[in-house]
């Protein structure tokens, strides 16, 4: 597998073609943003391919020729011209390609995976704890995003979310690799866990707001309590950090079952990691070539959930988005906009495309989505219903809301019933 932590290496690659992972795998993500074609998940390339033979890869099909047959073409990026009332934002991780995604003209990022900075810079935050120089973390995190932030106005920066299998090559890197690191230490219980790493990336995000005036908001990844949430902000305020929005990653199904509690917490934001919500709520290992077939960001499963979050934040004034890879798929991204989403993240090689269908959806459906919708007022039919859906009293309730005293519009917000 070609990891993420191997990203100076990528950048020399005319290619890459790797026996395992899925499209949503960050190896795929990676080598997008710098634009190299990548075909993942072939299974049998390192024992079909040969030292030194000459093959063509197209990163589009995912077909791969012996020999030369074409030549070498970048996918060059576009400049977005549509206007649209759903923001487009780009997804940018690495600094060294914030200049490329930059070339669309947009100006607000969507989610900054700041594992990318770590992964040029070559070691793992545990080094920085081991050795007793956390400041030199905070400054590499400093720098990276200071050099992202030169290209754009505002950009949601998500705190690091870092695998054991993926970022192993690091040095200073765990040795052991989990038994099942999807479900393992990394996101946010890592960081609440290793706070001194938590708070040197909070602050590095505040010099970025000193030095550079952007505007900036902290996205929490893996989240599944809201009282990961209240940490993160009391660390912000431990920080005097409050030129900043703060956010959650959706991309557990906690997240969805609670997202009144965090709304009612208080927070600016929600963005949708579908690559990993999909992966929770279908249990299909995102990573895995072989259940690949079975990964499908489009499942009604998925769709309700997402369409639950968004119907409950628009209630609540919190601005939803999504960054998981399926934003940049055309039938997410009319899904979404059907739905009022705020904002839709994409890889700068189809901003051009994508916010040219928003464009077209939104004409095509007018102004009635942006608003809430009461329940009463926006009836079924517009949604994908999950084939055999459960009868709407056997619909799971949270902790028995009404009981607890909770007005009725809360209990319904809390059921995943939204039909
Ligand atoms: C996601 O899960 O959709 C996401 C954007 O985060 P990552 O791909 O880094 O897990
Ligand atoms: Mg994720």
Same mark, same amino acid.
């Given at each position: 597998m070609t990891n993420p932590d191997m990203v100076v290496s990528m950048q020399k690659c005319a290619a890459i073609v790797t026996d395992e992972g899925g499209i949503t795998a960050h190896a795929a993500i990676v080598s997008r943003e710098m634009g190299i074609p990548a075909v993942v998940g072939t299974r049998l390339a390192t024992t079909k391919l040969k030292e030194g033979e000459v093959i063509t890869v197209d990163g589009s099909t995912g077909q791969i020729y012996k020999g030369k047959v074409a030549e070498t073409q970048k996918k060059e990026i576009l400049p977005v011209s549509a206007k649209t009332k759903t923001k487009i934002k780009v997804i940018v991780d690495l600094p060294s390609f914030a200049e490329r995604a930059s070339?669309?003209?947009?100006?607000?990022?969507?989610?900054?995976?700041?594992?990318?900075?770590i992964a040029e810079s070559g070691k793992h935050p545990n080094y920085f704890l081991e050795k007793g120089n956390i400041d030199d973390y905070e400054e590499i995190i400093f720098k990276g995003i200071n050099g992202i932030a030169k290209f754009f106005d505002e950009m949601w920066i998500r705190t690091s979310d870092i695998r054991s299998d993926e970022f192993k090559n690091l040095e200073g890197a765990p040795k052991k690799v989990e038994v099942n690191p999807m479900l393992g230490l990394h996101g946010i219980r890592y960081g609440l866990k290793n706070p001194k790493i938590l708070k040197a990336e909070l602050k590095a995000l505040k010099r970025v707001v000193e030095k550079s005036g952007k505007k900036i908001g902290v996205m929490m990844p893996q989240i599944i309590s809201v009282s990961e949430l209240q940490k993160v902000k009391e660390f912000l305020k431990e920080i005097n950090f409050s030129e900043?929005?703060?956010?959650?990653?959706?991309?557990? @199904?906690?997240?969805v079952q609670l997202i009144k509690d965090f709304c009612n917490e208080g927070m600016d934001f929600i963005s949708f990691g579908t690559?990993?919500?999909?992966?929770?709520?279908?249990?299909?290992?995102?990573?895995?070539?072989?259940?690949?077939?079975?990964?499908?960001?489009?499942? @009604?499963?998925?769709?309700?959930?997402?369409?639950f979050v968004i119907r409950v934040c628009k209630r609540n004034n919190v601005e939803t988005s999504i960054c998981g890879q399926a934003g940049s798929r055309k039938e997410m991204a009319r899904f979404l906009v059907e739905r009022g989403i705020d904002s839709i993240s994409v890889n700068a090689d189809v901003a051009k495309e994508i916010s040219d269908y928003v464009a077209e959806v939104e004409k095509e459906i007018g102004e009635a989505v942006r608003e809430y919708q009461p329940k009463e007022e926006k009836d079924t039919e517009d949604f994908v219903k999950p084939q055999n859906a459960i009868p709407e009293e056997?619909?799971?309730?949270?902790?028995g809301s009404e009981e607890n005293g909770e007005d009725k519009e809360s209990s319904e917000d809390k059921s995943l019933d939204i039909f």
């Open positions: 070339r669309t003209g947009i100006k607000q990022i969507g989610l900054t995976r700041i594992e990318g900075i900043v929005k703060t956010g959650i990653m959706v991309e557990t @199904p906690a997240a690559n990993d919500l999909t992966q929770y709520i279908l249990a299909v290992d995102r990573g895995n070539e072989k259940v690949q077939d079975l990964y499908n960001e489009m499942h @009604p499963a998925v769709l309700h959930q997402l369409e056997e619909t799971p309730k949270i902790n």
